[in-house]
């Protein structure tokens, strides 16, 4: 190597100054706190929606917000929480631990890193934009299913734009990702060695590359079948509504487990951690990863049993669908596994995870029943549906967020958060999840559709208490800024490096906080 | 691939990446401008475009400038080709949606309107008297009757231009291994020259299209998929020569070694990618 890489590395620039610092920043810790920070925006956005939704559905008849409202609200809490607080926050994850768990001085790609973080809020500017254009913001729901989409008024191309501009972001963090695991892991870092939220990303990282794009030409063809007349989705011009459903859902159901199998990776990191033992049957958990992700190319069609299809695709869609327990179920064997006979403590994140555990199989549970179709037929496109998601969505991805958010923090700020308030927001959280969604399944079970603002008397009660939890939930996140912010500054005392006694990972070795550059020199994995 | 000793090159601050940004915001809202039909959306337009050629232009520059102080060592290669691999596949994916399109329309919703197997009511109930075929524009079309484009006049030539373009490719790649500058320039200028070709051909092709053979992008499913794929595809050979272009240019300054020519390879790696994907739509959207 030349002098131009020395000189760069004799000076060993820390952060710029202000403004420049965040914009500028090639920094993979500086754009990981971006990517979380935004993350946490997001999440208070899309649940300020989701305040407006519960609130009107507190008791039947129509009574805060018009119907097109309404639905605007439903449309966009999904597309902010799925593409701007869940897969953010991954990413910022991602961007802030892969690094520094396999031991690489920062990202593969640090440029085009600063990048794939700014080009989100400006899709997220594009997308809240639509509130303000003639027609209001899209009101399809988040799968934007022509025809109906295409009734969208002034908003629809920077829907579609806006939705370019993420897939554009995705892809090339999932590229970042890839190229970081596989070229600049430690010496002796085989990838059998490497930690399981690592292999949990990497595995992501491909569905992304193979799923945005297919959801950027869905909607490209969505566009040009507005604006250009084309006949992709009309049956006048010899094409099908129902095709935009299976290209959606070819990249939409991929799209579930890019949401999750991080979440995967952070409990299987946390756990065995807190149960002072090591992962049960690690290689079986990756070799699962794996076979998760391959199954949700299969299985797309379960979200459109009822659109009339061949019943020998009804049959295949359910049986693959059904196989996914498989892998599913030998991860949470092996969890438990992992805690048999563990010295267990049960700090914040070891609570989330534990939580993430027992209702995220609740989640997955629900949603075996949903692969049933003739059970189907009548479960589809009622409460129980939106019950099932928002069972894996946020006790599972979300509340595996919290968890990382906490079990990392430490690692961040170089101080403990509060443990009272951490336990808290956890016990807050929890019950009333659990109040807010689990109602949902005998809404569903009885008939309540979803995506409606009214409803008949009978569903009065469970939607009572649904909302009273929704309510309850939205509040007690304002704990979790708290506790953030009070960590920041100064916490309640200064973290050790190991910051937790069962820890264990390249990623603890360095201080808290981890400093500004890390592993410069690649350390010896043995 | 694990790490070797030695330090990673981790560029400073970058303002690049920001300029693209606004660029791309820019451009996306001055299109969506035009879409909804505000005057002002078309000027917006380009002025994004614009912004995002100056950062690439910069962007380029910068890494051009690294390279060639001799920053990158093997392992920033191999981030680099890993990435540029992952980017093809990436694009493999969206033109894998649009052949999935047209044979979706063509297996299954074209013969189902025809009252194929259990849609018999669908056929007779809702479009009496259509004869599902392919092509076609659909059991409601909105122009009359078009032709196809024969596949073994213009399009055979095109597919003869764009595989004769990979074939000077790979002598130009040759020819930089073994330093033989000339042949480089003389095999990548001709390249390049034989995109052109098959973009001007292309584009006389397009007016034929509408003009001689009534087909335009609105002929129903046929001409919504004969479009949009092969519109798709010009654009990735308009894309893969502007790199080839930036590539030449560099050759022409005495840039790149037998050995270390990743930006090279990156666009040859492109354009061979653009090469297969013609073949398929020569295949399935021409011929078959």
Same mark, same amino acid.
Not at chain 1, 72 to 87: D, N, P, W, Y
Not at chain 1, 217 to 225: F, Q
Not at chain 1, 288 to 305: G, N, R, T
Not at chain 2, 29 to 48: D, E, K, Q, R, S
């Given at each position: 190597?030349?002098?131009?890489?020395?000189?760069?590395?004799?000076?060993?620039?820390?952060?710029? #100054?202000?403004?420049?610092?965040?914009?500028?920043?090639?920094?993979?810790?500086?754009?990981?706190?971006?990517?979380?920070?935004?993350?946490?925006?997001?999440?208070?956005?899309?649940?300020?929606?989701?305040?407006?939704?519960?609130?009107?559905?507190?008791?039947?008849?129509?009574?805060?917000?018009?119907?097109?409202?309404?639905?605007?609200?439903?449309?966009?809490?999904?597309?902010?929480?799925?593409?701007?607080?869940?897969?953010?926050?991954?990413?910022?994850?991602?961007?802030?631990?892969?690094?520094?768990?396999?031991?690489?001085?920062?990202?593969?790609?640090?440029?085009?890193?600063?990048?794939?973080?700014?080009?989100?809020?400006?899709?997220?500017?594009?997308?809240?934009?639509?509130?303000?254009?003639?027609?209001?913001?899209?009101?399809?729901?988040?799968?934007?299913?022509?025809?109906?989409?295409?009734?969208?008024?002034?908003?629809?191309?920077?829907?579609?734009?806006?939705?370019?501009?993420?897939?554009?972001?995705?892809?090339?963090?999932?590229?970042?990702?890839?190229?970081?695991?596989?070229?600049?892991?430690?010496?002796?870092?085989?990838?059998?060695?490497?930690?399981?939220?690592?292999?949990?990303?990497?595995?992501?990282?491909?569905?992304?590359?193979?799923?945005?794009?297919?959801?950027?030409?869905?909607?490209?063809?969505?566009?040009?079948?507005?604006?250009?007349?084309?006949?992709?989705?009309?049956?006048?011009?010899?094409?099908?509504?129902?095709?935009?459903?299976?290209?959606?859902?070819?990249?939409?159901?991929?799209?579930?487990?890019?949401?999750?199998?991080?979440?995967?990776?952070?409990?299987?990191?946390?756990?065995?951690?807190?149960?002072?033992?090591?992962?049960?049957?690690?290689?079986?958990?990756?070799?699962?990863?794996?076979?998760?992700?391959?199954?949700?190319?299969?299985?797309?069609?379960?979200?459109?049993?009822?659109?009339?299809?061949?019943?020998?695709?009804?049959?295949?869609?359910?049986?693959?669908?059904?196989?996914?327990?498989?892998?599913?179920?030998? #991860?949470?064997?092996?969890?438990?596994?992992?805690?048999?006979?563990?010295?267990?403590?049960?700090?914040?994140?070891?609570?989330?995870?534990?939580?993430?555990?027992?209702?995220?199989?609740?989640?997955?549970?629900?949603?075996?029943?949903?692969?049933?179709?003739?059970?189907?037929?009548?479960?589809?496109?009622?409460?129980?549906?939106?019950?099932?998601?928002?069972?894996?969505?946020?006790?599972?991805?979300?509340?595996?967020?919290?968890?990382?958010?906490?079990?990392?923090?430490?690692?961040?700020?170089?101080?403990?958060?509060?443990?009272?308030?951490?336990?808290?927001?956890?016990?807050?959280?929890?019950?009333?999840?659990?109040?807010?969604?689990?109602?949902?399944?005998?809404?569903?079970?009885?008939?309540?559709?979803?995506?409606?603002?009214?409803?008949?008397?009978?569903?009065?009660?469970?939607?009572?208490?649904?909302?009273?939890?929704?309510?309850?939930?939205?509040?007690?996140?304002?704990?979790?800024?708290?506790?953030?912010?009070?960590?920041?500054?100064?916490?309640?005392?200064?973290?050790?490096?190991?910051?937790?006694?069962?820890?264990?990972?390249?990623?603890?070795?360095?201080?808290?906080?981890?400093?500004?550059?890390?592993?410069?020199?690649?350390?010896?994995?043995? | 691939?694990?790490?070797?000793?030695?330090?990673?090159?981790?560029?400073?601050?970058?303002?690049?990446?920001?300029?693209?940004?606004?660029?791309?915001?820019?451009?996306?809202?001055?299109?969506?401008?035009?879409?909804?039909?505000?005057?002002?959306?078309?000027?917006?337009?380009?002025?994004?475009?614009?912004?995002?050629?100056?950062?690439?232009?910069?962007?380029? &520059?910068?890494?051009?400038?690294?390279?060639?102080?001799?920053?990158?060592?093997?392992?920033?290669?191999?981030?680099?080709?890993?990435?540029?691999?992952?980017?093809?596949?990436?694009?493999?994916?969206?033109? %894998?949606?649009?052949?999935?399109?047209?044979?979706?329309? &063509?297996?299954?919703?074209?013969?189902?309107?025809?009252?194929?197997?259990?849609?018999?009511?669908?056929?007779?109930?809702?479009?009496?008297?259509?004869?599902?075929?392919?092509?076609?524009?659909?059991?409601?079309? &909105?122009?009359?009757?078009?032709?196809?484009?024969?596949?073994?006049?213009?399009?055979?030539?095109?597919?003869?231009?764009?595989?004769?373009?990979?074939?000077?490719?790979?002598?130009?790649?040759?020819?930089?291994?073994?330093?033989? &500058?000339?042949?480089?320039?003389?095999?990548?200028?001709?390249?390049?020259?034989?995109?052109?070709?098959?973009?001007?051909?292309?584009?006389?092709?397009?007016?034929?299209?509408?003009?001689?053979?009534?087909?335009?992008?609105?002929?129903?499913?046929?001409?919504?998929?004969?479009?949009?794929?092969?519109?798709?595809?010009?654009?990735?050979?308009?894309?893969?020569?502007?790199?080839?272009?930036?590539?030449?240019?560099?050759?022409?300054?005495?840039?790149?070694?037998?050995?270390?020519?990743?930006?090279?390879? %990156?666009?040859?790696?492109?354009?061979?990618?653009?090469?297969?994907?013609?073949?398929?739509?020569?295949?399935?959207?021409?011929?078959?």
């Amino acid at each position: 190597m030349s002098t131009a890489t020395d000189t760069h590395h004799d000076e060993h620039h820390g952060p710029a #100054k202000g403004m420049r610092r965040w914009l500028f920043t090639t920094n993979h810790k500086d754009i990981g706190t971006l990517y979380l920070w935004f993350s946490l925006i997001m999440f208070f956005v899309g649940g300020a929606m989701a305040m407006v939704i519960r609130a009107e559905l507190i008791q039947p008849g129509m009574n805060l917000v018009d119907p097109m409202f309404y639905n605007q609200m439903v449309t966009m809490h999904a597309l902010i929480m799925i593409f701007g607080a869940v897969m953010p926050a991954f990413v910022g994850l991602a961007n802030w631990m892969i690094p520094m768990m396999v031991g690489a001085p920062d990202m593969a790609l640090p440029r085009m890193n600063n990048w794939s973080f700014w080009i989100l809020p400006i899709g997220f500017t594009l997308l809240l934009m639509t509130f303000f254009v003639p027609g209001g913001a899209p009101a399809a729901g988040w799968t934007i299913y022509p025809p109906l989409s295409l009734q969208t008024g002034d908003a629809f191309p920077l829907l579609v734009f806006g939705i370019h501009v993420l897939g554009i972001s995705s892809i090339m963090g999932a590229i970042n990702i890839i190229v970081t695991i596989m070229n600049m892991r430690a010496p002796g870092m085989g990838l059998l060695k490497m930690p399981i939220f690592v292999w949990g990303w990497l595995i992501t990282a491909y569905l992304l590359i193979a799923v945005m794009p297919v959801l950027a030409g869905a909607v490209t063809m969505l566009l040009t079948d507005k604006y250009f007349g084309t006949a992709f989705f009309d049956a006048a011009g010899g094409g099908d509504p129902v095709l935009f459903q299976h290209i959606f859902w070819f990249f939409g159901h991929p799209e579930v487990y890019i949401m999750i199998l991080p979440a995967f990776g952070i409990i299987s990191e946390i756990i065995p951690t807190f149960a002072r033992k090591k992962l049960f049957g690690y290689s079986a958990m990756v070799y699962a990863i794996a076979a998760i992700a391959f199954l949700s190319f299969i299985v797309w069609a379960h979200h459109m049993f009822t659109v009339g299809m061949p019943v020998a695709g009804l049959l295949f869609f359910m049986f693959t669908t059904m196989l996914i327990a498989v892998p599913t179920g030998v #991860k949470i064997f092996n969890w438990v596994a992992t805690m048999w006979r563990g010295a267990m403590t049960f700090e914040t994140p070891m609570l989330y995870a534990l939580a993430f555990l027992f209702l995220f199989t609740i989640g997955g549970f629900s949603g075996l029943m949903l692969a049933i179709v003739p059970a189907d037929f009548q479960y589809h496109d009622s409460y129980f549906v939106v019950a099932h998601f928002h069972y894996v969505l946020v006790p599972g991805a979300v509340f595996a967020i919290m968890a990382a958010v906490y079990y990392w923090l430490p690692k961040w700020t170089g101080y403990m958060y509060s443990e009272f308030w951490g336990k808290t927001h956890f016990w807050l959280s929890t019950i009333s999840i659990n109040v807010t969604f689990f109602p949902q399944h005998f809404l569903g079970l009885a008939g309540m559709p979803r995506r409606i603002p009214d409803y008949a008397v009978q569903f009065t009660d469970f939607n009572f208490i649904s909302s009273i939890g929704a309510f309850v939930f939205g509040l007690s996140q304002l704990i979790f800024v708290y506790v953030i912010i009070h960590c920041i500054r100064g916490g309640v005392g200064r973290a050790t490096d190991r910051v937790w006694e069962g820890s264990h990972g390249l990623e603890w070795t360095v201080p808290s906080p981890a400093p500004y550059h890390t592993f410069e020199t690649a350390p010896e994995v043995k | 691939m694990a790490q070797e000793k030695g330090s990673y090159y981790v560029p400073h601050e970058s303002h690049w990446p920001v300029v693209g940004t606004i660029g791309m915001f820019v451009a996306v809202l001055g299109a969506a401008a035009l879409l909804n039909g505000l005057l002002w959306g078309t000027p917006v337009m380009f002025i994004g475009g614009a912004i995002i050629l100056y950062m690439v232009w910069g962007w380029f &520059r910068d890494v051009i400038n690294e390279s060639v102080s001799g920053a990158f060592g093997p392992q920033e290669d191999r981030s680099f080709r890993q990435g540029m691999a992952w980017f093809i596949l990436s694009e493999v994916f969206f033109f %894998a949606a649009f052949f999935g399109a047209l044979f979706y329309a &063509r297996i299954y919703s074209v013969p189902w309107l025809g009252g194929e197997g259990a849609n018999f009511f669908t056929g007779l109930l809702l479009w009496d008297g259509f004869e599902a075929s392919w092509p076609t524009d659909g059991p409601a079309p &909105r122009h009359d009757a078009f032709s196809t484009m024969g596949a073994w006049g213009l399009p055979a030539l095109n597919t003869a231009i764009l595989l004769t373009s990979g074939v000077t490719l790979t002598i130009a790649h040759h020819a930089i291994k073994d330093n033989n &500058r000339k042949v480089l320039n003389w095999g990548l200028g001709a390249t390049i020259a034989l995109g052109l070709l098959f973009l001007g051909i292309q584009s006389y092709e397009y007016v034929h299209a509408y003009v001689d053979l009534n087909l335009r992008l609105d002929s129903g499913i046929y001409g919504s998929t004969f479009f949009m794929l092969t519109g798709f595809h010009g654009m990735h050979v308009i894309l893969g020569a502007l790199m080839l272009l930036v590539v030449f240019f560099r050759c022409l300054k005495g840039h790149f070694t037998p050995e270390n020519h990743f930006a090279f390879e %990156a666009a040859a790696w492109y354009w061979h990618f653009v090469d297969v994907v013609w073949i398929l739509v020569f295949i399935f959207v021409y011929w078959l």
